[in-house]
């Protein structure tokens, strides 16, 4: 087998393509910039602002944007290349694209039934009338599609993430697997410096923090806000008190934090687990209280939903934390659902510990304002209990900017469990998870820059994903 | 022709739209308006009838959004339309000036007030800063403020409201220019503090001979300040004439429509009740072909009046005066409203609520840096009355008078700090409402002011409804009270597909009726009604009370009607209770609150509120002053720091000693010390001229 | 003013010392303790050796005692030897008894321990890499701090304007990028001696001992690039929403030029919110400087804590904690006061 280049055979004709597309931008873009600087005082008038820009600024700017779209056009044309032609014509990129084609159908198909829908579907729908927005969903539904692929149905990767193979130590992208023939027998990326293949870790380490990332962020919501509606909607002493301890865990820096939570003899001493155990009572209360203020004028329908609840939920919350052999093994092991293992469940408790202070802070400063309101009095004046004005009046009105915030924290949900990674902390080291594989990527950098790189680009486009998708609909929010 | 006969502004056929996502929104269409030397043109309308765009228009500052995209803005025959940003800037603020309706919002809160004063003749004149200074200076002065050396040195929270707003008064009047705009620029104010600005703006205009563009939904108001009016409805001008011409003999529908919708003070709710306008505001995009007005128009003619667009027509005979109505001289203006019978005087019944000595102090913490020493607010100062069955009390008094704790306190959101409230015999004042029994809340219910706030976004008004009920225990099962929630619905004259609906898509009086129908949802014996229309458009007002009065003539309510504006409390209540700081200064029935002898404050009250009628005369009473803190209340009788009979009270009695409720008559007490002799000289403050 | 001032010192040493309590809690339990034994005799030991190992240093007492002693509030552990004399204590030196030693050496005499890594005062090594990144971070802030506010302010005076787009985009992307990813690229870009430019160094370590341009950009924008979208952001939506405000309507409907506009009458406003902002940013760049530290192997405080945290050195740990506790306790409490003095609304009152 041959070693793959970047572009492939598909490059002869693409790159010059490509270099012109990109010279052509640059010089328009540079005419625009001078030419709108010298026109920019005689377009002032409001009149002739409206008759928009003619001339030669607006012949470069329509340059700029013709080829800006030519350059985009050949990215896809490399995209495209790699699936229509056979293994191997389009180079890296080619066979990336076509090991993608799942996630790509995934992708287009969302898209599409979102598009025809849009208006059907609320604030999600008006998502599709923002570019920024798009863009955002489209990075983040890229990596969701991924890591669902290849944790439930082991498509995406080529290699098995955690094998090395000998010979392949900190090759180059495109290197051929000695001995292997037929397709996908190249480290697409790359080998790491225990001959991994890096294409594959990357792959599966989207699997990890996709599981982690947006629990563990729905967990830190569930008691931020189940603390922060009492202290902002009562106020007073039961305010001054969780204010203070929400900002004792704030001012703790994080990484000290983690330190001290995140070793394995914090693990042995069971404080974790310990936290676990609380931590992971507040959704259950959360979703009793919210059900229970609804349905306490219907005796019997209450007593039907909470129980299910209770029982549903408690057993989930029971299988969570029973370990067998600890002494937090409240559960029979023929009860036990399933077992967290110590090293996840510490970073996720450790994760919703340090998030859920400010979704606290976030929810009491929403909850001291909408208390203001008169539907809230109204309630009041009707006799209604506190939990049911919190979690049936203020929370559903307070959930534009609480929406905003959870795809903001999940993304830096996702830097945290890169930190994590980044100082070897909980995961195991072999763990394929974007942040342990930068830390061991580090290591060689200056040499060999493609192990921390490709890591490093995967976690940089999920979260950048996240926040352009926060922003655009924190902006379709804010309209009409 | 001299130049006094050319007009300052000239607005010729203007069109402004607005431009979203969902296409061109048509703001105004085809305005056109004069306004002369030395003259007010008064511009009214209901809110999103596009009187504030034309001013923005003016302005040329319609957002990145809007656009004229038709006519011309004349000023001083130069077109602002066609002029560059520069030549804008140098006529902003030196030749047209625009006051706002939130004075402390367009005060810079982190400029003092001298720096904002002053740099507009400095930008303008090129002034330095000590003449600057000295103008402003002067200007303040002219406002009346007090200490206007002290005034420069502040910053704008530290005034009170009515203070900002002659600040900027004063600060539009810096370079003084040829033409004021006002946007509503005393909505936001009490009524007397709202004469005082009136009488000042009036005063100022013609000392320095501006022109002013003044706009307001307040017919009472434009009334009192302007030459000229202009009707607009649904971004058209359907009318403008001379103020006595559009008030006496107008010659548009919508206009003979808005008066008849509001209080003035010939109107009774049993005998000539208002005349409420007809379904709803169109929005832009749902405009009808034709007459704007044509489906809400009683004198509607199919075939000519949704035929195609309808120009002004000139009346002739009358200076200027114009009416965008195909039909207007077919209809018999004279004629008088056809309204349903008369309605039955409702029998007043048993007390059903009775105050005694009601106290409510507050404690807070002052400075927001915490600390300091805690202090009181006296909120609610021994205030003692009844309410009957089916009866209305209306509850009459300026921001911070204490109306709204008396609300809290009756509601069981607060606890009374001392003193009694028996409701059917049952003593509630220190029952909070988390204690109270389900019978007991569902009799006392409430109405809130703010339309677009009394109902919870993100329910449907079914579910919202039902809810009530529920927690009221009406009904035994969700069909039950499913079929209770459509009949509420239907007592307020909603459609029963409403049901379905999210609070936002229902318009302001919609969403009022919706709280009335959750109020009575329990079947209320006694409702507070805290401010119900007066966040509405004076067309809904009409509606929205009537269905009131109906509903309290159905099921003998007893309704505390809280309220600033007299002309609806003459025109709905029974009773009147008058409050000041906290204290009950008159009661009476209506007839007793509106003739004299009154007292001082009510006086000033009733001598503030603007009239839209040509033959009412009032006496014209300003009260000096600000209304003072309830933490730090003067000694003797709440009023007498504004009061304009002090003097007539023989021995400084009145600053220190508090006044004893007095009963004048039957049913009408009064807390003065004027004695009978000095009541006895008191004049009628509204008086109708003869016909 | 100072009353307002005391509380928060108050509030600040009660936070403090909460959190010590419980960063001494979690760093004194039983197998943290055990490890330390280990490091220090050697990892084949056995149970009971371990036990009477941290007896005879003093970590065997109750561990409110031991936190006691650490504050300065109980007296000192002392030892016996075998032949029944003191053999080792907290209060006395490495060697032997000395007489007159205090019965309280803890933090409120001024006496922070040792470091059983470094081996080596508390005192010093905090002092020493406090300054380190007192250097590091003074840098950072003169790059972030107006860079962030000119960024943010430039594309938040015209909202949606094609600046705006461009720069929010830019803002957008600094804050999607994490220390130990912009690091990572920085050194393979900048540093590499395989591909990269070459222009930088990839190590900030020969920095600590002088700083140049060639060793210190990387560390110093690494930290500055994640801090400052944020607060670009952050006075970006500030800018915006005085902008629209009515008294910026106001001031331009008075003929006020746009430069002036936003110099005068918008600027100081729209300042205050990203003042607290830059301040509660600071835990944040500790965060960052913890990172960079260890990319760069840049020996300052957050490499030490690292290395504290890494070992389990208590002291040192304690020391740490209590330090970047009080940074941002202060930095908060600066950040309130500056609120209130931009903002008149709140000072005059």
């Given at each position: 087998?041959?070693?793959?280049t970047?572009?492939?055979?598909?490059?002869t004709?693409?790159?010059?393509?490509?270099?012109?597309?990109?010279?052509?931008f640059a010089?328009a873009?540079?005419?625009?910039?001078?030419?709108?600087?010298?026109?920019a005082?005689?377009?002032?008038?409001?009149?002739?602002a409206?008759?928009?820009?003619?001339?030669?600024?607006?012949?470069?700017?329509?340059?700029?944007?013709?080829t800006?779209?030519?350059?985009?056009?050949?990215?896809?044309?490399?995209?495209?290349g790699?699936l229509?032609?056979?293994?191997g014509t389009?180079?890296?990129?080619?066979?990336l694209?076509?090991?993608?084609?799942?996630?790509?159908?995934?992708?287009?198909?969302?898209?599409?039934?979102?598009?025809a829908?849009?208006?059907r579907?609320?604030?999600?729908?008006?998502l599709?009338?923002?570019?920024i927005?798009?863009?955002?969903?489209?990075?983040?539904?890229?990596?969701?599609?991924?890591?669902?692929?290849?944790?439930?149905?082991g498509?995406?990767v080529?290699?098995?993430?955690?094998?090395?193979l000998?010979?392949?130590?900190?090759?180059?992208?495109?290197?051929p697997?000695?001995?292997?023939t037929?397709?996908?027998?190249?480290?697409?990326?790359?080998?790491?410096?225990?001959?991994?293949?890096?294409?594959?870790?990357?792959?599966?380490g989207?699997?990890?923090?996709?599981?982690?990332?947006p629990?563990?962020?729905?967990?830190?919501f569930?008691?931020?806000?189940?603390?922060?509606l009492?202290?902002?909607?009562?106020?007073?002493r039961?305010?001054?008190?969780?204010?203070?301890?929400a900002?004792?865990?704030l001012?703790?820096?994080?990484?000290?934090?983690?330190?001290l939570?995140?070793?394995?003899?914090m693990v042995?001493?069971g404080v974790?687990a310990?936290?676990?155990?609380?931590?992971?009572l507040?959704?259950?209360?959360?979703?009793?209280?919210l059900?229970?203020?609804?349905?306490?004028?219907r005796?019997l329908?209450?007593?039907?939903?909470?129980g299910?609840?209770l029982?549903?939920?408690?057993?989930?919350?029971?299988?969570?934390?029973?370990?067998?052999?600890t002494?937090?093994?409240?559960?029979?092991e023929d009860?036990?659902?399933?077992d967290?293992?110590g090293?996840?469940?510490?970073?996720?408790?450790?994760?919703?510990f340090?998030?859920?202070?400010t979704?606290?802070?976030i929810?009491?400063g929403?909850?001291?304002?909408?208390?203001?309101?008169d539907?809230?009095a109204?309630?009041?004046?009707?006799?209604?209990?506190?939990?049911?004005?919190?979690?049936?009046?203020?929370?559903?009105n307070?959930?534009?900017?609480?929406i905003v915030?959870?795809?903001?924290?999940?993304g830096?949900?996702?830097?945290?469990?890169?930190?994590l990674?980044?100082f070897?902390?909980?995961?195991?080291?072999?763990?394929?998870?974007w942040?342990s594989?930068?830390?061991?990527?580090?290591?060689?950098?200056?040499?060999?820059?493609?192990?921390?790189?490709?890591?490093?680009f995967?976690l940089?486009?999920?979260?950048?994903?996240?926040?352009?998708l926060?922003?655009?609909?924190?902006e379709e929010?804010l309209?009409? | 022709?001299?130049?006094?006969?050319?007009?300052?502004?000239?607005?010729?056929?203007?069109?402004?739209?607005?431009?979203?996502?969902?296409?061109?929104?048509?703001?105004?269409?085809?305005?056109?308006a004069?306004?002369?030397?030395?003259?007010?043109?008064?511009l009214?309308?209901?809110s999103g009838c596009?009187?504030?765009t034309?001013?923005l228009g003016?302005m040329?500052?319609?957002?990145?959004?809007g656009?004229?995209?038709?006519?011309?803005?004349?000023?001083?025959?130069r077109?602002?339309t066609q002029m560059?940003p520069?030549?804008l800037?140098?006529?902003?603020g030196?030749?047209?000036?625009?006051?706002?309706?939130e004075?402390?919002?367009?005060l810079n809160p982190?400029?003092?007030?001298?720096q904002q004063?002053?740099?507009?003749?400095?930008?303008h004149?090129g002034?330095?800063?000590?003449?600057?200074?000295?103008?402003?200076?002067e200007?303040?002065g002219d406002?009346r403020?007090?200490?206007p050396?002290?005034?420069?040195r502040?910053?704008?929270?530290?005034?009170?409201g009515?203070?900002?707003?002659?600040?900027?008064?004063?600060?539009a009047?810096?370079?003084k220019?040829?033409?004021?705009?006002?946007?509503?620029p005393?909505?936001?104010?009490?009524?007397?503090?709202?004469?005082?600005?009136?009488d000042?703006?009036?005063?100022?205009?013609?000392?320095?001979g501006t022109?002013?563009?003044?706009?307001?939904?307040?017919?009472?108001?434009?009334?009192?300040?302007c030459?000229?009016?202009?009707v607009?409805y649904?971004?058209e001008?359907?009318?403008r004439?001379?103020?006595?011409d559009?008030?006496?003999?107008?010659?548009?529908?919508?206009?003979q429509?808005?008066?008849?919708?509001?209080?003035l003070?010939?109107?009774?709710?049993?005998s000539?009740?208002?005349?409420p306008?007809p379904?709803n505001f169109?929005?832009?995009h749902?405009?009808?072909p034709?007459?704007?007005f044509g489906p809400?128009?009683?004198?509607?003619?199919?075939?000519?009046?949704?035929?195609s667009?309808?120009?002004?027509d000139?009346?002739?005979?009358?200076?200027?005066?114009?009416?965008?109505?195909?039909r207007?001289?077919?209809?018999?203006w004279?004629?008088?409203?056809?309204?349903?019978?008369?309605?039955?005087?409702?029998?007043?019944?048993?007390?059903?609520?009775?105050?005694r000595d009601?106290q409510?102090?507050?404690?807070?913490?002052?400075?927001?840096l915490?600390g300091?020493?805690?202090?009181?607010?006296?909120?609610?100062?021994?205030?003692s009355?009844?309410?009957?069955e089916?009866?209305?009390l209306a509850?009459?008094?300026?921001?911070?008078?204490?109306?709204?704790?008396?609300?809290?306190v009756?509601?069981?959101?607060?606890v009374?700090?001392?003193?009694g409230?028996a409701?059917?015999?049952?003593?509630?004042a220190?029952?909070?409402?988390?204690?109270?029994?389900?019978?007991?809340i569902?009799d006392?219910?409430m109405i809130?002011q703010?339309?677009?706030?009394?109902?919870?976004p993100?329910m449907?008004?079914?579910?919202?409804?039902?809810?009530?009920?529920?927690?009221?225990?009406?009904?035994?099962?969700?069909?039950?009270?499913?079929e209770r929630?459509l009949?509420?619905?239907?007592?307020?004259?909603?459609?029963?597909?409403?049901?379905?609906?999210k609070?936002?898509?229902?318009?302001?009086?919609?969403?009022q009726r919706?709280g009335?129908?959750?109020?009575f949802?329990?079947?209320a014996r006694?409702?507070?009604a805290?401010?119900?229309?007066?966040?509405?458009?004076v067309s809904?007002?009409a509606?929205?009370?009537d269905?009131?009065?109906?509903i309290?003539?159905e099921?003998?309510?007893?309704?505390?009607?809280?309220?600033?504006?007299?002309?609806?409390?003459?025109?709905?209540?029974?009773?009147?209770?008058?409050?000041?700081l906290?204290?009950?200064?008159?009661?009476?029935?209506t007839?007793?609150?509106?003739?004299p002898?009154y007292?001082?404050?009510?006086e000033?009250?009733?001598?503030?509120?603007?009239i839209?009628?040509t033959?009412?005369?009032?006496?014209?009473?300003?009260?000096?002053?600000?209304v003072p803190?309830?933490?730090?209340p003067p000694?003797?009788c709440?009023f007498?720091?504004?009061?304009?009979?002090?003097?007539?009270?023989p021995?400084?009695?009145c600053e220190t000693e508090?006044?004893?409720?007095?009963?004048?008559?039957?049913g009408?007490q009064s807390?003065?010390w004027?004695?009978?002799?000095?009541?006895?000289?008191?004049?009628?403050?509204?008086q109708?001229?003869a016909p | 003013?100072?009353?307002?001032?005391?509380?928060?010192?108050?509030?600040m040493?009660l936070?403090?010392?909460?959190?010590?309590?419980?960063?001494?809690f979690?760093?004194?339990?039983?197998p943290?303790?055990?490890?330390?034994?280990?490091?220090q005799?050697?990892?084949r030991?056995?149970?009971?050796?371990?036990?009477?190992w941290?007896?005879?240093?003093?970590?065997?007492?109750?561990?409110?005692?031991?936190?006691g002693e650490?504050?300065?509030?109980?007296?000192?552990?002392?030892?016996?030897?075998?032949d029944?004399g003191?053999a080792a204590g907290?209060?006395?030196?490495?060697?032997?008894?000395?007489?007159?030693?205090?019965?309280?050496?803890?933090?409120?005499?001024g006496?922070?321990?040792?470091?059983?890594?470094?081996?080596?005062?508390?005192a010093?090594i905090?002092?020493?890499?406090?300054?380190?990144t007192?250097k590091?971070?003074l840098w950072?802030?003169?790059v972030?701090?107006?860079?962030a506010?000119v960024?943010?302010?430039?594309s938040?005076?015209?909202?949606?304007?094609?600046?705006?787009?461009?720069?929010?985009?830019?803002?957008?992307?600094?804050?999607?990028?994490?220390?130990?990813?912009?690091?990572?690229?920085?050194i393979?870009?900048?540093?590499?001696s395989?591909v990269g430019?070459?222009?930088?160094?990839?190590?900030?370590t020969?920095?600590?001992?002088?700083?140049?341009?060639?060793?210190?950009?990387?560390p110093?924008?690494?930290?500055?690039?994640y801090?400052?979208?944020?607060?670009?952001r952050?006075?970006?939506?500030?800018?915006?929403e005085?902008?629209?405000?009515?008294y910026?309507?106001?001031a331009?409907?008075?003929?006020?030029s746009?430069?002036?506009?936003v110099l005068?009458?918008?600027?100081?406003?729209?300042?205050?919110?990203?003042?607290?902002?830059?301040?509660?940013q600071?835990?944040?760049?500790l965060?960052?400087?913890?990172?960079?530290?260890?990319?760069?192997?840049?020996?300052?405080?957050?490499?030490?804590l690292?290395?504290?945290?890494?070992?389990n050195?208590?002291?040192?740990?304690?020391g740490v904690?209590?330090?970047?506790?009080i940074?941002?306790?202060?930095?908060?409490?600066?950040?309130?006061?500056?609120y209130?003095?931009?903002?008149?609304?709140?000072?005059?009152?």
């Amino acid at each position: 087998m041959d070693p793959l280049t970047w572009t492939g055979a598909l490059g002869t004709v693409l790159n010059p393509l490509l270099l012109l597309c990109t010279c052509a931008f640059a010089i328009a873009a540079l005419a625009a910039t001078l030419l709108g600087l010298r026109a920019a005082p005689a377009r002032a008038g409001s009149a002739a602002a409206l008759a928009g820009p003619g001339g030669a600024p607006g012949a470069a700017r329509l340059a700029v944007r013709l080829t800006f779209w030519a350059i985009v056009a050949v990215l896809v044309a490399y995209l495209v290349g790699g699936l229509v032609t056979p293994y191997g014509t389009g180079g890296i990129l080619g066979c990336l694209s076509r090991r993608f084609l799942p996630v790509w159908i995934a992708l287009a198909a969302s898209f599409g039934l979102s598009i025809a829908f849009k208006r059907r579907l609320g604030l999600y729908g008006k998502l599709f009338d923002s570019t920024i927005g798009m863009i955002g969903f489209a990075l983040v539904m890229f990596w969701v599609y991924t890591a669902l692929f290849t944790g439930l149905f082991g498509w995406i990767v080529t290699q098995d993430p955690l094998t090395t193979l000998s010979g392949l130590k900190n090759k180059v992208p495109g290197t051929p697997i000695p001995g292997a023939t037929g397709p996908w027998s190249h480290y697409l990326l790359g080998g790491d410096n225990l001959a991994r293949d890096v294409f594959s870790r990357m792959v599966a380490g989207s699997w990890i923090v996709v599981q982690i990332a947006p629990l563990a962020t729905l967990f830190a919501f569930m008691v931020g806000i189940t603390l922060g509606l009492p202290a902002g909607f009562y106020g007073g002493r039961l305010d001054t008190l969780l204010s203070f301890l929400a900002n004792l865990i704030l001012a703790f820096p994080v990484i000290l934090l983690f330190y001290l939570l995140v070793t394995p003899e914090m693990v042995a001493s069971g404080v974790p687990a310990w936290m676990a155990v609380v931590l992971f009572l507040f959704p259950i209360l959360f979703v009793v209280v919210l059900l229970n203020a609804r349905l306490y004028t219907r005796p019997l329908r209450r007593t039907l939903w909470v129980g299910a609840a209770l029982l549903g939920l408690g057993w989930l919350y029971l299988s969570m934390i029973s370990q067998a052999g600890t002494p937090i093994a409240f559960l029979p092991e023929d009860l036990d659902l399933f077992d967290v293992p110590g090293g996840i469940l510490v970073v996720f408790v450790s994760v919703v510990f340090v998030n859920a202070p400010t979704v606290f802070r976030i929810v009491r400063g929403l909850a001291m304002d909408i208390k203001t309101r008169d539907y809230v009095a109204a309630a009041r004046t009707r006799g209604e209990g506190a939990w049911y004005i919190m979690l049936w009046e203020i929370l559903p009105n307070a959930r534009g900017p609480l929406i905003v915030d959870f795809c903001l924290r999940i993304g830096y949900t996702t830097i945290l469990l890169g930190t994590l990674g980044f100082f070897g902390l909980g995961l195991p080291p072999d763990s394929p998870d974007w942040g342990s594989t930068i830390n061991l990527g580090r290591r060689l950098l200056s040499i060999y820059p493609h192990a921390a790189l490709v890591p490093a680009f995967a976690l940089l486009s999920l979260v950048l994903g996240l926040n352009l998708l926060a922003d655009g609909l924190r902006e379709e929010s804010l309209r009409d | 022709m001299t130049a006094t006969d050319q007009p300052i502004l000239e607005i010729d056929d203007l069109s402004i739209s607005f431009f979203t996502r969902d296409g061109e929104i048509p703001a105004v269409m085809n305005f056109s308006a004069r306004v002369m030397p030395g003259q007010a043109l008064g511009l009214v309308g209901e809110s999103g009838c596009g009187k504030s765009t034309v001013a923005l228009g003016v302005m040329q500052d319609l957002g990145t959004n809007g656009r004229v995209t038709g006519g011309a803005i004349r000023f001083r025959g130069r077109d602002l339309t066609q002029m560059t940003p520069k030549e804008l800037r140098a006529i902003r603020g030196s030749e047209i000036a625009m006051i706002y309706q939130e004075p402390m919002a367009s005060l810079n809160p982190a400029m003092r007030i001298e720096q904002q004063l002053i740099e507009v003749p400095m930008i303008h004149e090129g002034l330095g800063r000590a003449e600057a200074r000295a103008r402003a200076l002067e200007l303040v002065g002219d406002v009346r403020l007090p200490d206007p050396e002290r005034i420069l040195r502040a910053y704008p929270h530290q005034l009170s409201g009515g203070q900002q707003q002659r600040i900027v008064i004063a600060m539009a009047l810096m370079s003084k220019p040829a033409l004021l705009i006002l946007d509503e620029p005393t909505t936001a104010l009490d009524v007397t503090v709202e004469a005082a600005v009136i009488d000042l703006l009036r005063e100022l205009g013609t000392k320095y001979g501006t022109s002013m563009l003044f706009i307001s939904h307040n017919l009472g108001l434009v009334l009192e300040t302007c030459d000229q009016i202009c009707v607009m409805y649904s971004g058209e001008a359907v009318e403008r004439g001379q103020i006595a011409d559009v008030f006496d003999k107008m010659r548009h529908p919508y206009t003979q429509a808005l008066f008849r919708s509001i209080p003035l003070p010939g109107a009774n709710k049993e005998s000539r009740p208002l005349v409420p306008i007809p379904g709803n505001f169109p929005l832009p995009h749902e405009r009808p072909p034709g007459c704007n007005f044509g489906p809400r128009c009683d004198y509607f003619a199919e075939g000519r009046c949704d035929a195609s667009k309808i120009a002004m027509d000139r009346v002739p005979d009358e200076a200027l005066h114009e009416s965008r109505c195909l039909r207007w001289d077919e209809i018999d203006w004279d004629a008088p409203p056809q309204t349903a019978v008369h309605k039955p005087k409702t029998e007043i019944g048993e007390v059903v609520l009775e105050v005694r000595d009601l106290q409510k102090y507050y404690e807070v913490s002052s400075g927001a840096l915490g600390g300091g020493a805690a202090r009181v607010v006296k909120a609610n100062e021994s205030l003692s009355f009844v309410a009957h069955e089916s009866e209305t009390l209306a509850i009459v008094g300026e921001s911070g008078c204490g109306k709204s704790t008396l609300a809290k306190v009756l509601m069981g959101l607060e606890v009374a700090t001392r003193g009694g409230v028996a409701m059917a015999g049952q003593e509630i004042a220190d029952t909070p409402i988390q204690s109270r029994g389900t019978k007991t809340i569902a009799d006392l219910q409430m109405i809130f002011q703010n339309p677009f706030d009394t109902l919870n976004p993100s329910m449907t008004i079914g579910r919202q409804i039902i809810r009530a009920l529920e927690i009221f225990g009406v009904g035994r099962t969700g069909a039950e009270r499913r079929e209770r929630m459509l009949e509420l619905l239907d007592l307020v004259k909603l459609p029963r597909a409403f049901a379905a609906r999210k609070p936002r898509q229902l318009s302001g009086g919609q969403k009022q009726r919706v709280g009335i129908a959750r109020a009575f949802a329990g079947d209320a014996r006694i409702v507070i009604a805290d401010e119900p229309v007066s966040a509405l458009d004076v067309s809904v007002q009409a509606a929205v009370s009537d269905l009131l009065m109906d509903i309290q003539r159905e099921k003998k309510t007893t309704l505390l009607f809280i309220s600033h504006d007299l002309s609806i409390v003459r025109y709905l209540a029974d009773r009147v209770l008058v409050m000041y700081l906290g204290h009950v200064v008159e009661i009476g029935t209506t007839e007793q609150i509106f003739a004299p002898p009154y007292h001082p404050y009510t006086e000033a009250l009733l001598s503030a509120v603007p009239i839209a009628d040509t033959s009412i005369k009032k006496k014209h009473i300003v009260l000096e002053g600000e209304v003072p803190s309830a933490m730090d209340p003067p000694p003797g009788c709440p009023f007498q720091t504004r009061c304009r009979w002090k003097s007539k009270v023989p021995g400084n009695r009145c600053e220190t000693e508090l006044p004893p409720l007095r009963t004048l008559a039957t049913g009408h007490q009064s807390l003065c010390w004027l004695d009978e002799a000095e009541r006895a000289v008191m004049e009628p403050v509204i008086q109708t001229a003869a016909p | 003013m100072l009353r307002f001032i005391a509380g928060r010192l108050a509030t600040m040493l009660l936070t403090a010392l909460c959190l010590t309590l419980v960063v001494f809690f979690l760093t004194n339990l039983a197998p943290s303790l055990e490890r330390v034994a280990k490091t220090q005799i050697g990892a084949r030991v056995s149970d009971a050796e371990v036990e009477s190992w941290l007896n005879r240093n003093g970590y065997g007492g109750p561990m409110l005692a031991r936190y006691g002693e650490w504050l300065g509030v109980m007296p000192g552990w002392t030892s016996a030897a075998e032949d029944g004399g003191l053999a080792a204590g907290r209060c006395l030196g490495d060697t032997a008894a000395e007489a007159g030693a205090p019965r309280y050496c803890g933090v409120l005499q001024g006496d922070w321990g040792t470091s059983t890594v470094f081996r080596d005062e508390v005192a010093t090594i905090i002092a020493r890499s406090l300054a380190l990144t007192g250097k590091l971070m003074l840098w950072v802030l003169v790059v972030m701090v107006p860079g962030a506010l000119v960024i943010g302010v430039l594309s938040g005076m015209r909202e949606g304007s094609r600046t705006d787009r461009g720069l929010s985009t830019l803002s957008i992307l600094s804050t999607a990028t994490p220390e130990y990813v912009s690091g990572v690229v920085f050194i393979a870009v900048f540093a590499s001696s395989a591909v990269g430019l070459r222009w930088f160094n990839g190590s900030a370590t020969s920095a600590m001992e002088q700083a140049t341009f060639t060793n210190f950009t990387l560390p110093v924008m690494t930290i500055a690039l994640y801090g400052m979208g944020y607060i670009a952001r952050m006075t970006r939506a500030s800018m915006a929403e005085v902008m629209t405000s009515q008294y910026i309507r106001t001031a331009r409907l008075k003929g006020v030029s746009f430069r002036a506009l936003v110099l005068r009458h918008a600027l100081r406003n729209a300042l205050i919110a990203p003042f607290t902002v830059i301040m509660l940013q600071i835990p944040w760049i500790l965060n960052g400087v913890v990172i960079v530290e260890t990319l760069f192997n840049y020996k300052g405080f957050g490499w030490t804590l690292v290395q504290a945290a890494s070992n389990n050195d208590i002291e040192l740990l304690l020391g740490v904690s209590v330090v970047s506790v009080i940074v941002v306790l202060l930095t908060q409490l600066i950040s309130d006061l500056g609120y209130v003095y931009l903002n008149p609304r709140i000072r005059i009152s």
